[in-house]
């Protein structure tokens, strides 16, 4: 007997491998959001999982430690090794470098700069490639994390799966947002987390349409990662006490004081790039050099090599003396700022999270005589500290406040830390007004600040707004040649132009409006002509348009091609920008709300 077809399923499993249903189904419905979210989360699991594996093994190759022990951890003071790896790694690495010169022209894009100017568009083969420089760095040693090629990767593959099923511009950007989300969430067990590090700092913003999918990737990225490396992602703060209402000022004070340090490592990174780019030394040979500034500081502590996974919870179990407690701060803090200012790949997530920590227990030493009333221990003071400086350097108040969450467990300490965190960000933003990776944008001269959406602003040129059917008249004309030429109601405005150059525009009212006598009909139009030196350029956005229309009190500008040649191309009113501006913004906040 022939057993009956199930067509329903048959429906299904026809879905799956019909590409261009996938698509319509991924585009059309929030539901396919939320399974490519699903899928994203498992290849970020994947990819997270994958490269700590392959982290790990390294460090037992090269410095010779057991599988489960930490690099920042383990008892390697004095051993050679501890020198030699970074600077293998740095040599290694500059040769990556080179090999990436004659290939790669252009600066990598980062998920924040792919969601705030691309649209969510980001490289695959970039973000392999990054992936690989950041094991590179952090397997031989140099004073960086693992964090940032895990949200490359992860967002890299998600922005491949986006763009396979042609997702619309926000859908696209949320998607890079649920990669983001689910390498941090598989990276530190702490899937609420991850979720808001994609609001925050690679969405810019968060919506209801985009509150599933993220947090369903947040999820299933860290149940993965659980379920093929368990163990390897926790954050164990030990025992903590309770939490009272004098303990809010001084975590505020410590909030302040994170901030303070945190500007300072941010200026201290780009100091040493500045140094390294102002030097004669190659780029591809800043690595090595940097390697050996980081190996004669691991030759004293080897708490500074990696990102410091084993040494915070040594610290944290541990009371060391204040001197150490110093001395191990000042030389993290150098050994991360030479190793990302000397070209190591890597990110200071959860650099800045130990170097808070120890911050967190210099406080606390002297926290009980200012503060009698006080009642926190060392411990809660290191989750203050670490999510306080992490702010500041990272930025994500709300990132920040749910991973000591989810890594106490505790609310009135939550709270606490929470309080620490909008004062850390408020400081930075108020004095600063960078995060680490904005501040690199501006050194680059990108005037990003956060991942908001801004690339259509820059899409929407002035070339493509501006109307090219200029009417133009010679500055030698008169002003017979020009009431001939242009009689009233003909047009609003003529442009002047000086053989080829750009001279000026004439407002045709104003021309009628003056009472000429026959005998000046002959007399030259320079009486009339305005704005000889103000003009757009087809490259400008409309935002720079707008700026320009309002500087000079215009309702009209002529375009030109270069600030050399002057030659008119086109014409661009004030209205017609404004009205083509709010159009575009009005269609951006309904397709990121999902009406359309």
């Excluded at 790896?85 to 690495?93: D, E, F, K």
């Excluded at 042609?166 to 702490?190: H, P, W």
Aim: charge should be positive; charged fraction near 15%.
């Amino acid at each position: 007997m022939i057993p009956k077809l199930n067509l329903r399923r048959l429906g299904y499993l026809s879905l799956l491998f019909d590409l261009g249903r996938m698509r319509a189904f991924a585009r059309r419905s929030e539901l396919g959001l939320v399974v490519a979210g699903m899928i994203v989360g498992v290849t970020s699991g994947l990819a997270v999982t994958a490269m700590s594996i392959i982290s790990s093994r390294l460090h037992s190759l090269i410095f010779g430690i057991a599988d489960d022990e930490r690099l920042s951890s383990s008892n390697l003071q004095g051993e050679i090794s501890v020198l030699i790896a970074p600077v293998a790694g740095g040599i290694i690495l500059g040769l990556v470098m080179m090999l990436l010169a004659s290939w790669r022209k252009k600066p990598m894009v980062d998920p924040i700069e792919a969601n705030a100017l691309h649209g969510g568009r980001l490289s695959l083969t970039d973000s392999i490639v990054v992936a690989i420089q950041n094991l590179i760095s952090n397997g031989f040693g140099a004073s960086v994390g693992l964090e940032a090629g895990y949200t490359q990767l992860a967002s890299g593959i998600a922005s491949k799966l986006g763009i396979s099923l042609q997702l619309r511009r926000s859908d696209l950007r949320t998607l890079v947002g649920c990669g983001a989300a689910g390498a941090i969430a598989a990276a530190f067990n702490a899937p609420l987390t991850g979720a808001f590090y994609a609001f925050e700092l690679i969405i810019g913003t968060y919506t209801i349409v985009s509150l599933t999918p993220v947090v369903v990737s947040a999820l299933i990225a860290n149940l993965v990662a659980r379920w093929l490396y368990a163990g390897d992602f926790t954050i164990d703060v030990g025992q903590f006490g309770a939490v009272v209402p004098a303990d809010y000022l001084p975590a505020l004070l410590l909030g302040c004081f994170c901030a303070a340090m945190g500007i300072l490592l941010m200026k201290g990174v780009s100091l040493i790039e500045g140094l390294a780019r102002r030097s004669f030394i190659p780029a591809p040979a800043r690595p090595a050099l940097g390697g050996i500034v980081v190996g004669l500081l691991a030759l004293v502590s080897p708490q500074v090599l990696s990102a410091g996974h084993g040494a915070l919870h040594l610290n944290l179990a541990s009371s060391p003396a204040i001197p150490m407690l110093i001395g191990l701060f000042l030389m993290k803090s150098l050994a991360s700022a030479v190793s990302i200012g000397s070209g190591f790949r890597g990110g200071l997530f959860f650099a800045s999270l130990f170097m808070g920590a120890l911050l967190g227990k210099l406080f606390a030493f002297s926290a009980p005589y200012v503060f009698a009333q006080a009642t926190l221990t060392p411990v809660i003071y290191a989750v203050v500290g670490m999510s306080s400086l992490a702010v500041a350097i990272i930025g994500g108040p709300l990132t920040m406040t749910f991973l000591a969450l989810e890594i106490t467990g505790d609310f009135p300490i939550t709270v606490l830390v929470l309080a620490a965190v909008i004062t850390s960000s408020l400081v930075v933003r108020t004095t600063f007004g960078y995060s680490f990776a904005t501040w690199r944008f501006h050194l680059r001269g990108e005037s990003i600040r956060s991942a908001h959406d801004v690339g259509w602003i820059r899409n929407l040129t002035v070339g493509r707004l501006m109307r090219t059917d200029v009417r133009t008249i010679d500055a030698q004309a008169t002003l017979e040649d020009f009431r001939r030429d242009f009689p009233l109601g003909s047009t609003q405005r003529v442009v002047v132009v000086d053989g080829a150059k750009y001279a000026g525009i004439i407002q045709v009212p104003e021309v009628y409006a003056s009472p000429i006598e026959a005998s000046e009909e002959k007399q030259d139009l320079s009486g009339f002509i305005r704005l000889p030196n103000d003009f757009l350029q087809p490259n400008m956005n409309a935002k720079q348009a707008a700026a320009l229309f309002d500087t000079t009190e215009s309702d009209g500008l002529a375009v030109v091609n270069n600030l050399i040649e002057r030659r008119v191309v086109g014409l661009l009113t004030e209205s017609h920008t404004l009205r083509r501006y709010s159009e575009e913004l009005d269609r951006r906040r309904r397709e990121a709300s999902g009406e359309i």
